[in-house]
């Protein structure tokens, strides 16, 4: 089989590459290890920055969203008893961002996919790519026992962290950074009213704790919690509990218990791998990068790397113009750095570290002080959290 461009993975990296080239009429195969259910049905992020939402409606898929998502205009920020709101509009020229799960964007695209007939293809085996430096790069896999091969013209990583396409690149070839935490995150889904109208991102003595939701009756709570934790450990009368007491007395007081639905725990990494480019191969979201999810960066930097991918194609595709496709690892990792800069930064003020000492802690709260009366931190911040603008 031949295609312009095979795409590994169907995340949302992948599925937002295949509509955007589809709508340069630039043609595509997506290679898919898992379901499409499972794929689809991951409980991921839940904020999209304005450049993801203009990305969903530059590919006609914002119609659900407008409708459904949840307009945020500020977020809170507590430590210990007390909370404080950052004004993103007010702080940056109108900004906001929206609430808006990842299953919900999977949907979406999905749902796209299907009746624009983009060629996906699900429980593919043995993914494998080769001659990834010549100007005919070819994928094989096996799928329903047979071994299947795509010639293209280029490949795209978008197969997360644990993919096949950056573990192709020769480590000669790659520089990788990497820092993991000492914690990992508690997550829990219940379909009950939220605590607040925005989110709550909560710095406690006990450790941090996120009060975030997917619509009006559905919310999505966070405690960090120890690696070596199961969630065994976790009753929802624990996870009640630790949440309440770690929002502070206001917010505490409003959270409504109920059982969960799904229950996780997610370690938390910061890691990049330069340059984002082998010879044909292009990597793109979490294959070439991870954020711890504080600053709600993950899926926004997928959205961010596959418009300058899908453009930097386009461009080498249809007019024979390489200066995109060359630049397009520096043009990226320019906006990444910002983006794990700011995720390793809001996740250091916000959690507790095990082997810190008082002084520790003490220069987090007046850290947190600052912001609380200080519009130039709070304009930081804000600036960050709602997303950098796409560099030229
Ligand atoms: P992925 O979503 O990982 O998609 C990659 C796809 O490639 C998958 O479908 C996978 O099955 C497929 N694949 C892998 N290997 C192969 C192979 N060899 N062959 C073929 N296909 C392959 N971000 C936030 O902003 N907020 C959050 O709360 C948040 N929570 C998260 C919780 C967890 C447990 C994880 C793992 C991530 C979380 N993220 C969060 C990050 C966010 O979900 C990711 O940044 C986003 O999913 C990245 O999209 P992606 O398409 O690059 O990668
Ligand atoms: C979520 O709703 O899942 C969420 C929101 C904000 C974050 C991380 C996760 O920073």
Redesign the pocket.
Known sequence: MRTRVAI???????LLLAHLLHQFGIESVV????TRD??AG?V????LETVTVDLLARIGLDERLRKEGLVHTGTNISCDDETFRIDFADLTGGASVVVYG?SEVMADLNAAADSRGLDIRYG?DD?ALHELDSDHPKVT?TRLGETERIDCDFVAG???????SRASIPSHALQTFEKVYPFGWL?VLADVPPAADELIYASHDRGFALASMRSLTRSRYYIQCSLADRLEDWSDARFWDELTLRLGVHAGARVIRGPSFEK?I?PLRSFVAEPMRWGRLFL????AH??P?TG???????ATDVIMLAEALAEVILEGRTSGVDHYSARALARVWKAERFSWWFTKLTHRFPETSGIDRRLQAAELDYIRSSRAAQTVLAENYVGLPLTP
């Open positions: 590994i993975g169907a995340g949302p990296a992948g290679v898919e290890q898992h499972h794929v991951r991921r992020a839940g904020v990842q593919c993914v896999f978008c197969d997360g962290y644990h993919g096949v997550g996780s997610a793109a979201g979490d294959a991870i954020v999810p709600a960066k993950g899926l926004n930097l997928a």
